[in-house]
């Protein structure tokens, strides 16, 4: 090891969480094989929107967050399409559940969510461009404030995804529960659950809450148990979707106008992944510059 490097402990992994189909709610989960693409099976389906051919997120459509997507089997890493190995099960909002799998799965979906939709899982080349309402993904909050200079004062209706993925900006995404202690400091009275951020590796930091605990970890690599390395972090920018009811979660504006107010609305990394493995909920975590 160089001289120069610097190993310092800061957590450990608290909550692992998997999302099958994109913007649905996902499962919580206790381990997860993790690559180059991310999780096993993370997003690995989508819908898309019919009269748009755009890939729905629930940045436009907020009614994705009553329905729920869990694998029936773990998904394994594979060069193959792991959707095809780990049959995913789709709970409705009227708590019917079916396979995405099924012939009429997406007139099922459909019609539960009101819009004609695709339900389609992830190819390798294309890029795919997904949906927004430039009106509301940010909640009235002026884009320019939050992501600087802009080419054109008008946002575009959809973006670009990652190539070949069903993922907005990278494929893996780690906040630090520290970070939302400090937001509970900043707005007591909303409840910044770690389910509203959608993060796939929660780390608990103990008892710091005096700080955007993730801001120390750009430039560094994170060390999750003893193989994966977590690499390339950068702000993870928060949209609408923080704000959206799901389950016991109330609709709160507050949530993003905190983090816009106090943190340009970045919470949590976005991230590659440098070395894969095995993650599990307890794994230490450390930082490496």
């Given at each position: ?40 099976g993370d997003r690995a389906w989508a ?243």
């Amino acid at each position: 090891m160089d001289e120069t490097t610097h190993r310092k402990p800061i957590g450990t992994v608290s909550a692992i969480w998997r999302y099958p189909i994109k913007s649905m709610r996902g499962e919580r989960i206790e381990e997860a094989q993790i690559g180059e693409r991310g999780l096993a099976g993370d997003r690995a389906w989508a819908l898309r929107e019919i009269a748009t051919r755009q890939i729905a997120s629930a940045k436009k459509f907020s009614g994705l967050f009553e329905f729920r997507a869990s694998y029936d089997s773990a998904p394994a890493l594979s060069s193959e399409d792991e959707a095809s190995v780990a049959p995913v099960t789709v709970e409705l909002p009227d708590g019917r559940k079916i396979h995405a799998s099924d012939d009429d799965a997406s007139e099922a979906i459909s019609a539960a969510l009101g819009r004609k939709m695709q339900l389609e899982r992830v190819l390798s080349a294309p890029v795919e461009r997904a949906g927004i309402d430039p009106a509301t993904v940010f909640a009235g909050i002026p884009a320019a404030s939050l992501i600087g200079k802009l080419a054109s004062p008008i946002l575009p209706d959809s973006f670009a995804l990652r190539r070949g993925t069903f993922f907005d900006s990278a494929v893996v995404h780690v906040i630090a529960a520290g970070t939302l202690k400090h937001l509970v400091k900043l707005a007591p009275g909303s409840n910044f659950d770690p389910r509203r951020f959608r993060a796939n590796i929660l780390v608990d930091t103990g008892e710091r809450d005096d700080a955007f605990i993730e801001d120390e970890w750009l430039e560094g690599t994170l060390e999750v148990g003893s193989d994966v390395k977590i690499v390339a972090m950068k702000p993870a920018l928060r949209c609408v979707m923080t704000t959206h009811p799901q389950e016991d979660l109330p609709r709160d504006y507050t949530i993003l106008r905190t983090a816009a107010f106090h943190h340009r609305a970045n919470v949590g990394v976005f991230a590659s992944i440098g070395a894969g493995g095995i993650v599990r909920a307890g794994d230490p975590v450390v930082l490496v510059r």
